[in-house]
């Protein structure tokens, strides 16, 4: 590259010794670097984002990942844009300056998380034994963390429902 610039620098010496006027030459050929520029500004930006992305790892492949106002699944990241797959299927390509610069939320980053779960029963439904009910259903499925704390709880009164509040 410096070879370059100093081939450029000697041609505009000889310009200049064969007594042509390059001041308006210069600032055109500054006008038509500053227009590329800017022209390529967002190319920029997505391959600086994608960098980004690629180097910091920030979510894998086949990840599920919520950002820009999309939930998905990484299908693919490229230097300048990422590819995710819906879960009905559907193709999202969001530009990587756009992805680096928002928020992700990387849901398949923990192997274990919890689940929030709302049930409801109706108003004469006995509130010890929903809870007693759905506690024990909890104790004996096989993918509840039985060493994490079982939260069953009356949420609040409805109109026409009792719900509770499940975490596990």
Excluded: W
Aim: charged share 20%; with cysteine.
């Amino acid at each position: 590259m410096l070879t370059v610039l100093i081939y450029i620098f000697y041609l505009l010496n000889v310009i200049q010794i064969l007594g042509i006027e390059m001041t308006s030459n210069l600032a055109l050929i500054g006008s038509i670097g500053i227009g590329v520029g800017l022209g390529l500004e967002g190319s920029l930006s997505d391959l600086a984002g994608g960098t980004q992305i690629l180097v910091s790892r920030i979510f894998p492949k086949e990840d599920y990942i919520s950002s820009c106002g999309v939930e998905s699944v990484v299908q693919r990241i490229t230097f300048l844009y990422t590819v995710l797959f819906t879960l009905d299927n559907k193709q999202i390509v969001i530009p990587n300056g756009k992805l680096s610069g928002d928020v992700v939320t990387n849901y398949g980053f923990n192997s274990k998380r919890r689940v929030d779960l709302i049930f409801s029963t109706s108003y004469d439904t006995n509130i010890e034994k929903v809870k007693e009910l759905i506690t024990n259903i909890l104790k004996n499925h096989s993918l509840v963390i039985q060493e994490r704390d079982i939260f069953v709880r009356l949420g609040k009164d409805n109109s026409s429902s009792l719900d509770f509040i499940v975490r596990v």
